[in-house]
């Protein structure tokens, strides 16, 4: 079986430090004409009805890092529907395939999530203040809020991504904590 016949998944948020599924391989990818923005409000994995979180979307424009896994062709189907599960419930997210470059220069089509600007959940570009303050007291069933941007970070920063809408709104979160004021870090 060749690598053209099996899945690459594209991941840019908690799918690339918590994948979920099996895969043969990982690679740096890239993404045009998206990228990556706490555009969703989240009601369930990491806030409530009540005091929803934000997570992460592709949104139109720019381009976005992040890392492609490539799925044997014998698990696609298995991987695709833990995929629709686990990102489509309430969300505000349309599957895609999109095309990806890898870091090896081929281009491949990859299974990825995009926002849907339609969708209620949408909450499009907030101000960085108002995506920190939502971020730092929302808790869902996957845990604090807080704790996704943390990781997706993390992530990027391993990866050698950067992001730097990421990085400054963690610390806005960090001032809004007064972590930064006291010298440590999150």
Same mark, same amino acid.
Request: charged share 25%; with cysteine; glycine share 10%.
């Given at each position: 079986?060749?690598?053209?016949?099996?899945?690459?998944?594209?991941?840019?948020?908690?799918?690339?430090?918590?994948?979920?599924? $099996?895969?043969? =391989?990982?690679?740096?990818?890239?993404?045009?004409?998206? @990228?990556?923005?706490?555009?969703?409000?989240?009601?369930?994995?990491?806030?409530?009805?009540? *005091?929803?979180?934000?997570?992460?979307?592709?949104?139109?424009?720019?381009?976005?890092?992040? !890392?492609?896994?490539?799925?044997?062709?014998?698990?696609?189907?298995?991987?695709?529907?833990?995929?629709?599960?686990?990102?489509?419930?309430? @969300?505000?997210? =349309?599957? *895609?395939?999109?095309?990806?470059?890898?870091?090896?220069?081929?281009?491949?089509?990859? @299974?990825?999530?995009?926002?849907?600007?339609?969708?209620?959940?949408?909450?499009?570009?907030?101000?960085?203040?108002?995506? #920190?303050?939502?971020?730092?007291?929302?808790?869902?069933?996957?845990?604090?809020?807080?704790? @996704?941007?943390?990781?997706?970070?993390?992530?990027? =920063?391993?990866?050698?991504? #950067?992001?730097?809408?990421?990085?400054?709104? !963690?610390?806005?979160? $960090?001032?809004?904590?007064?972590?930064?004021?006291?010298?440590?870090?999150?």
């Amino acid at each position: 079986m060749t690598t053209t016949d099996d899945l690459w998944v594209f991941g840019y948020g908690s799918l690339m430090w918590r994948p979920g599924f $099996e895969f043969a =391989e990982v690679r740096p990818a890239l993404l045009a004409g998206w @990228y990556r923005a706490f555009c969703l409000y989240s009601m369930h994995y990491r806030g409530t009805p009540a *005091r929803p979180g934000l997570v992460l979307g592709l949104d139109d424009g720019e381009s976005c890092r992040g !890392l492609a896994f490539r799925v044997p062709s014998a698990e696609a189907e298995m991987a695709v529907e833990y995929l629709n599960e686990r990102e489509l419930i309430g @969300y505000a997210y =349309e599957p *895609r395939t999109l095309p990806i470059t890898l870091d090896d220069g081929r281009v491949v089509p990859a @299974y990825t999530f995009v926002a849907d600007r339609g969708h209620r959940h949408y909450a499009g570009n907030l101000p960085l203040e108002e995506a #920190a303050a939502i971020i730092m007291d929302a808790q869902g069933c996957a845990g604090l809020n807080r704790d @996704y941007l943390i990781n997706t970070v993390r992530k990027l =920063e391993a990866e050698g991504f #950067a992001d730097q809408s990421l990085h400054a709104l !963690l610390v806005e979160v $960090e001032r809004q904590t007064g972590l930064i004021d006291r010298g440590a870090g999150i």
